[in-house]
């Protein structure tokens, strides 16, 4: 898949163009050039616009039983969690270190957010990585709140 970039440079409109590979579990993007555009709205004139007729909606009737609904989650969505997990998880600890209990059981109500969150979406051994990774941390808060 090729992606698009549109850059102004001198006056210039250049699109610079890149292909995206998965390396070792990571996304790379890959250079493949340049090209200069002749004509500024030519991209533009490409696209149709689309009208669309709004119409009244008709109300569904409410059922008494919740219905769980499964979204199909993007890769980005989930990076940018296990990211944020990671995050939380070393600031956390380093509250822990630190003796900043208050701090660290703040940050750890948010890592359990995030967890809560991934669960919905990872595979069980994963889900139990991450959980152990959690239990650490509570564990950790726990002796230095008996102290």
């Known amino acids: 898949m090729v992606f698009v970039r549109e850059i102004k440079k001198g006056g210039k409109i250049y699109r610079y163009l890149y292909k995206s590979k998965r390396v070792n579990g990571k996304v790379k993007s890959i250079y493949i050039g340049r090209e200069e555009v002749k004509d500024i709205h030519a991209h ?6 689309k009208t669309h007729k709004i119409s009244k909606k008709n109300h569904k009737k409410v059922s ?4 769980a609904v499964h979204h199909k989650v993007d890769d980005k969505w989930m990076v940018d969690r296990i990211i944020e997990f ?4 070393e600031e956390s600890m380093s509250f822990v270190i630190q003796n900043k209990i208050e701090a660290a059981a703040n940050h750890y109500n948010k890592l359990l957010n ?23 941390i509570y564990d950790r808060i726990q002796e230095l709140n008996i102290e």
Do not use: C
């Not at 669960?119 to 990585?129: C, F, G, R, W």
């Open 86 to 89: 990671n995050r939380l998880m």
């Open 114 to 136: 995030v967890y809560n969150q991934l669960s919905n979406h990872i595979s069980d051994e994963e889900k139990l990585k991450l959980y152990d990774k959690t239990k650490q």
């Open 44 to 49: 533009k004139e490409s696209k149709a616009i």
């Open 64 to 67: 008494s039983e919740p219905k």
